[in-house]
């Protein structure tokens, strides 16, 4: 049960595009389209902002989204705004039936 | 609204028990599976444990198996942890989380009970 593999810090100016990778295997997310992707504030919890590689859940802007390309997953933030600086999760299920999340990513606006 | 809320955390010693709790609001408890996700601080996110409907499935992250168990009381909307052989790196934030299986995510969290062991 390895954490995926996530950079540690991605940073983009405002209004640009970043893209924040994350990489499995093929006994997590190299296995289906169960991949996640998680937004945490400091000192908050975390909120679901990607489900199943793609889908975004009611109410999370459509400046984020979500690609898997074999057992690597992205999330891309178009039009950067201040208010995008987070820490950025990814989470997998597994073929052992649990769940992976990886160390996570900070975002800066520079 | 729909809204968990845990409890329970604190200050143990190496060895000790804890037993934490998430009281669920604002939707049919039974409908969905239920998670713990730990993080320890200034680290990322790690699962720790769900379990299904009824309870009649555990799932363990081998971090935790053979000490952790998890449970649940639907009538009661309530998820446990019950924590014991609890060692220095189960020190963290633990996250009671709704995992739902229709889009399989954790799509509601708690705003987390802390846990430090410390001699």
């Known amino acids: 049960q390895s954490a995926l593999t996530q950079p540690a810090s991605v940073s983009g100016s405002p209004g640009q595009s970043i893209t924040i990778s994350c990489t499995g295997t093929s006994s997590d997310i190299g296995f289906n389209n169960y991949v996640s992707w998680y937004q945490q504030d400091p000192g908050k919890a975390p909120k679901l902002i990607i489900y199943?590689?793609?889908n975004r859940p009611s109410g999370v802007s459509n400046r984020f989204s979500g690609s898997k390309s074999g057992t690597t997953a992205s999330l891309t933030i178009s039009g950067l705004q201040a208010g995008d600086e987070a820490t950025y999760f990814c989470?997998?299920?597994?073929?052992?039936?649990?769940?992976?999340f990886g160390a996570g990513t900070k975002v800066t606006v520079l | 609204q729909v809204q968990l809320v845990e409890s329970g955390g604190g200050l143990v010693k190496p060895g000790g028990s804890l037993r934490l709790s998430c009281a669920a609001s604002g939707f049919t408890f039974s409908d969905y599976y239920m998670g713990w996700i730990r993080q320890a601080p200034g680290k990322g996110l790690e699962w720790a444990s769900y379990m299904t409907y009824s309870g009649r499935s555990t799932y363990y992250a081998d971090s935790v198996k053979g000490r952790f168990t998890i449970s649940r009381d639907n009538a009661e909307k309530s998820l446990f942890l019950q924590m014991n052989s609890l060692r220095g790196d189960d020190t963290a934030m633990y996250y009671c989380?709704?995992?739902?299986?229709?889009?399989?995510?954790?799509?509601?969290w708690g705003q987390g009970t802390m846990v430090a062991v410390s001699s």
């Open positions: 989380a709704r995992l739902d299986r229709a889009i399989d995510a954790f799509d509601i």
């Open positions: 989470s997998s299920y597994t073929t052992s039936s649990t769940y992976v």
């Open positions: 199943h590689v793609t």
